[in-house]
């Protein structure tokens, strides 16, 4: 079974821009949820999807916004782009939900914005 | 505000001797409780986790235990190889929450052999 694959792996952009990321998870996960890791703040969840709808969200500003796909695929935004949003963006899957079973993590796609 | 806190940013342990890595957190709500492991490039994979009925869950060479009452969780890596140098993380999750999970800021670990 292939694993989560994110697109792109490493990203270069300047402040102002916006950006989508790409999550495609596991064949039959239904959950996929968004991480911002940076050295000083470690994991911070953004947000969770679930059958194409947003069923947990995280303390970040409205820059941050993503979707689901029927296929499960999900994608996340972020506009206006600041310095403080450099950062590595982890996306995990799972069957039902990333407490009631194993959560699988792609490999991360590591945002610069310059 | 963390609520959930690895206060060892990094340990260094000889190999085959005992891994301790701690855990604390605030919310008292938290009801599940998982260590992720991340070497560099890669994203978290599970190791083991513990739901709070519980005070002990072990797998392998992976022990965590719990402390409700402390509001404290530990993993023990017995022995350690080379091999378990990494970053990890605990994580918390509160079903009243939605199961959203909360992540510590890391410690890295190095085993020397």
């Known amino acids: 079974k292939a694993g989560v694959t994110q697109t792109p792996r490493y990203l270069i952009k300047t402040r102002g821009q916006q950006v989508t990321l790409s999550c495609s998870p596991i064949s039959g996960h239904r959950s996929v949820s968004w991480y911002q890791q940076t050295p000083g703040q470690g994991l911070q969840f953004l947000f969770e999807?679930?059958?194409?709808?947003?069923?947990n969200k995280g303390n970040f500003p409205g820059r941050f916004s993503g979707r689901q796909f029927s296929n499960s695929r999900s994608e996340m935004n972020v506009s206006t782009l600041e310095l403080g949003d450099s950062a590595l963006y982890l996306c995990?899957?799972?069957?039902?939900?990333?407490?009631?079973?194993?959560?699988?993590f792609g490999p991360g796609t590591r945002l610069t914005v310059l | 505000d963390q609520q959930v806190k690895q206060n060892s940013p990094s340990l260094s342990v000889q190999e085959g001797r005992i891994s301790i890595l701690n855990c604390d957190y605030t919310n008292s709500m938290f009801d599940y409780f998982l260590w992720y492991k991340k070497y560099p490039a890669e994203g978290p994979t599970f190791l083991i986790s513990i739901s709070s009925i519980k005070d002990k869950n072990e797998d392998g060479r992976f022990t965590v235990f719990l402390n409700k009452s402390a509001k404290h969780l530990s993993l023990h890596i017995v022995p350690s190889q080379p091999g378990d140098s990494a970053v990890y993380f605990c994580?918390?999750?509160?079903?009243?929450?939605?199961?959203?999970?909360?992540f510590g800021g890391g410690t890295r670990v190095l085993v020397k052999p």
């Open positions: 999807y679930f059958s194409e709808t947003q069923r």
């Open positions: 994580a918390a999750s509160a079903q009243a929450a939605g199961n959203k999970l909360t």
């Open positions: 995990a899957s799972s069957l039902w939900g990333p407490s009631t079973d194993t959560q699988y």
